[in-house]
């Protein structure tokens, strides 16, 4: 199969996903709706004029393999949700 996106499900601005595959790898992203949340929850003192504080939920899910092999290896990561703003 050639790599690139194989398959999309949903639309902005709700969920939605797209599997993909590249050379030795496929996968899935699934982007979650983006919230508007409270600013001082970001920023106390308060976001700049015309800033507004967002959420966003990412999940990448992964498939390694060797070029000569199928598919082997599993991965799956969750960004986990956060303002934007919001300093790890």
Known sequence: MAPGIVAETGRAPGRFQFDYVAVKSKGSVVV?????????????????????????????????????????KSFKRELRRRSLGEHS
């Open 32 to 72: 979650d709706p983006i919230v508007i949340v409270d600013a001082s929850l970001v920023d106390p003192s308060g976001l700049p004029p015309g800033a507004v504080a967002i959420e966003l939920g990412i999940q990448i899910t992964e498939t390694w393999c060797k070029a000569s092999e199928k598919p082997a």
